[in-house]
């Protein structure tokens, strides 16, 4: 499986085949409320910080703290700041816009680590949209 579409397929690939992808398949899924394909694009130890003064790890805490942006209705839009990508490791940061959640639109800047994984996905080692407050 490579993940790019056949010639009797348009469907978009339904993993990350670089770390661009990533970020674009988490505005994807959260917009369709797709919790489980949210969990997905973190590898199974990964840390998520789901607002400034929380920092949780694991694909079970971190599927708790999705599961109140997903059922919140949340949006996100994320305009990619920067990437520096070194062999398996991606470092990237993105200006961040989410609505739903809250009364006012949350605007930040997030920091991200990606790593390939052997099958050639990319997935979040890091999330961390509050790493500059």
């Known amino acids: 499986m490579t993940g790019q579409p056949t010639a009797n397929s348009a469907a978009p690939a339904k993993f990350a ?7 674009e398949l988490f505005v994807e899924r959260l917009a369709a409320g797709d919790l489980d394909g949210l969990v997905e ?17 694991g694909s ?36 961040a816009t989410v609505v739903g959640f809250g009364e006012q639109p949350l605007v930040t800047t997030t920091t991200e680590v990606a790593r390939r994984q052997q099958d050639g996905r990319w997935l979040y080692a890091v999330d961390h949209p509050f790493f500059n407050h």
């Open 17 to 23: 085949e670089t770390p661009q992808r990533l970020a």
């Open 41 to 57: 694009l973190y590898e199974a130890g990964a840390l998520f910080a789901p607002n400034p003064a929380t920092e949780v790890s």
């Open 60 to 95: 079970a805490a971190i599927r708790e703290q999705l599961v109140g942006y997903v059922s919140g209705g949340a949006r996100i839009t994320l305009d990619l700041r920067r990437i520096a990508v070194i062999e398996d490791i991606a470092l990237m940061s993105s200006d």
